[in-house]
């Protein structure tokens, strides 16, 4: 049996090991793949009938495509059978594994909100204090392109990055309701005043030097955008908070020296967002095939009940830097070295009054791909704000 994945680091390497060792006729197997080349290759696999057993993804839009092609397995009844396993997860975290009120996947790793990180050293160097305003950031890109520092790194090739960006400036601008009502499709909802503002600041940051030169080459599989942070080429970065630990593995000691910092999104003047709100992944997924064998399907939910968020995985995500997405976990994180970024991540997505999931695993995935090539020529002043907004119009129903 193979589980596709995006290419990261295995915390469950160890608990699969003793799984397949205690069930020999249901081994898991994993194939790796990098993030944005896995996104393609498992949406051929499963519309040719080839999909894995175990289906890994991000839930929202995607898993909806899925379910209503009847591509994945409806696992609501062997949830109903197993409700000490549900127990065990965030509550919040079974929204984007919901479709049409039935849960077709298996929430799982850990909570990822998108975090503003910045270079301490850079902000100590410059005298200032990070933004808690957009007009601080705007006054924070001349600082630092008065330095020679660009303000802002951004891995923009791969254009969910840039993303990250607008869904927080939606959000502070217009509150959550607005891209609610894009996600549930209601006329001319890409139309609104708040889609055509952020935009409008987007390209106000750009048009300042906000962003590293020749964003739009970096990619962020590569890890470059985060190496220009820890390295003192860019002054701050607003990326998912995964991006912590492997800056902690590969920073040369940046984040064990105390070096980096990180605040929640900054609030715009005159804007209906709570400041609390939150973006980002909920959690990570995984389905069953809907094609795959009785025998393979049995094995795949014996390896959801044994095998997933174990002890041993979960302390390996928070040795790691990261929050799994498991209940009663408080005093995990605060014996950790990180427990200050944990702590800071866990109240985040715990008292969010609204924690938006990416837009681009919200949406469907044809949706999902016509935004992100409008972000990109967003980003790289193609086309306009009203442009934009008019072209994700189109796509509403899509």
């Known amino acids: 049996m193979v589980s596709v994945r995006r290419a990261e680091p295995d915390h469950h390497a160890e608990s699969r090991g003793c799984f397949n060792s205690a069930n020999s006729a249901d081994k898991i197997t994993v194939t790796y793949f990098q993030n944005d080349a896995y ?57 984007a594994a919901t479709v049409n009120g039935k849960i077709y996947a298996l929430p799982n790793q850990y ?5 503003l990180f910045y270079n301490k050293e ?9 933004p808690k305003t957009w007009d601080d950031i705007m006054s924070l890109v001349k600082t630092f392109n008065g330095m020679g520092i660009a ?47 952020t935009g409008t600041k987007i390209q106000e940051l750009v048009s300042a030097d906000g962003f590293i030169k020749g964003f739009s080459s970096i990619t ?21 908070s995964w991006t912590y630990g492997a800056m902690k593995k590969a920073g040369q000691n940046f984040v064990q020296d105390g070096k980096l910092g990180f605040v929640p999104f900054p609030t715009v ?22 094609k795959a064998s009785d025998k393979e399907k049995e094995s795949a939910k014996k390896f959801f009940k044994d095998g997933i968020l174990t002890d041993t995985v979960v302390d390996a995500y928070i040795n790691s830097g990261s929050v799994p997405i498991v209940n009663g976990i408080e005093d995990k994180l605060n014996t950790s070295p990180d427990k200050e970024f944990l702590n800071f991540v866990y109240d985040m997505a715990k008292n969010a009054p609204s924690f938006q999931q990416s837009w681009d695993q919200a949406l469907s995935p044809t949706a999902a791909e016509a935004l992100l090539n409008n972000i ?16 994700m119009n189109g796509t509403l129903g899509k």
């Open 39 to 95: 996104k393609t290759k498992i949406k051929t696999a499963i519309g040719a009938n080839q999909a894995p057993t175990i289906i890994y993804g991000w839930g929202g839009g995607g898993l909806k495509t899925y379910a209503e092609a009847n591509q994945v397995e409806d696992l609501t009844g062997w949830f109903d059978q197993n409700p000490d396993l549900k127990k065990k997860f965030f509550p919040s975290v079974f929204g």
């Open 111 to 115: 909570v990822a909100p998108i975090v």
């Open 122 to 130: 850079l902000f100590q160097k410059a005298g200032v204090q990070p």
């Open 151 to 197: 303000p802002f790194s951004l891995g923009g090739q791969s254009r969910w990055t840039s993303m990250m960006w607008l869904e927080y400036l939606l959000d502070r601008i217009g509150g959550p309701d607005v891209f609610k009502a894009i996600f549930e499709g209601k006329p001319n909802s890409w139309m609104d005043p708040a889609v055509i503002e």
């Open 220 to 240: 962020a599989d590569s890890q470059a955008d985060q190496a220009l942070l820890f390295s003192g080429k860019a002054a701050m970065m607003l990326h998912g």
């Open 269 to 290: 003047a005159g804007g209906k967002g709570d400041p609390k709100n939150g973006v980002g992944n909920p959690a990570a997924y995984m389905s069953i095939s809907s």
């Open 376 to 391: 990109d020529q967003l980003f790289l002043k193609s086309i306009t704000p009203q442009q934009f907004a008019e072209n």
